[in-house]
Nanobody, 124 residues
Framework: QVQLVESGGGLVQAGGSLRLSCTAS????????MGWFRQAPGKEREFVAA????????YYADSVKGRFTISRDNAKNTVYLQMNSLKPEDTAVYYC?????????????????WGQGTQVTVSS
């Protein structure tokens, strides 16, 4: 069992940056693919980014490529989402998710564990 807690959300001006953190409990963190999803009010949840067990492979939604960077520090049981050049359309609740698998998934229902979410608001 893995418990996930996100932090680092807040209010930022368009063009600014934020770094989200997700800290996991348990002793098998390195066995999980980790993902970030987001959901804005009135919209469906969407995939943002994912990272493999070792951090060697990363995956991004087209909407955030070149602006967001996912990384992980297994020694700290933490995954990060560095968000640069933020746009108002990035405003959403961001969720950290974990999937015990050797392959990536872009679909939320295939992830086993979820954090509580952290609000990111980008002003114009």
């Amino acid at each position: 069992q893995v418990q996930l807690v996100e932090s680092g959300g807040g209010l930022v001006q368009a063009g600014g940056s934020l770094r989200l953190s997700c800290t996991a409990s348990g002793r098998t963190f390195s066995s999980y693919f980790m993902g970030w999803f987001r959901q804005a009010p009135g919209k469906e949840r969407e995939f943002v980014a994912a990272i493999s067990w070792s951090g060697a492979n990363t995956y991004y939604a087209d909407s955030v490529k070149g602006r967001f960077t996912i990384s992980r520090d297994n020694a700290k049981n933490t995954v990060y989402l560095q968000m640069n050049s933020l746009k108002p359309e990035d405003t959403a609740v961001y969720y950290c998710a974990a999937r015990r698998s050797y392959s990536v998934s872009y679909y939320g229902h295939e992830y086993e564990h979820w954090g509580q979410g952290t609000q990111v608001t980008v002003s114009s």
